[in-house]
């Protein structure tokens, strides 16, 4: 059986990106905010065995090796491109 674990700096970027949605006025609740990265993160765990995989660009090989990842289509105006090393 396959598992999701998410590392410790991807969390710190979540919270990080829920300081941004709100700061920024993306979203006027905080409650609407926490959903949108809730959203993003049972995509991660539903879906990351599911979709199609990507070898990730070198420039991306700082944050590991062999990455590999997938895209997230939030809505018309927001993709997110979910980078993650696949191990056994």
Same mark, same amino acid.
Request: glycine share 2%; hydrophobic share 40%.
């Given at each position: ?7 410790h700096e991807f969390v ?32 991660? !765990? ?28 939030? !809505? ?12 056994d």
């Open positions: 059986m396959k598992r999701v674990v998410l590392s710190d970027e979540l919270e990080e990106l829920f300081d941004i949605l709100v700061e920024r006025g993306f979203f006027s609740y905080d409650e609407f905010a926490l959903q949108y990265i809730d959203d993003i993160e049972q995509f991660i !765990n539903s879906s990351i065995h599911a979709y199609p995989k990507r070898k990730a660009p070198v420039l991306f090989a700082k944050y590991g090796k062999d990455l590999k990842y997938i895209a997230y289509r939030k !809505n018309a105006h927001t993709t997110w491109h979910v980078l993650f090393e696949e191990t």
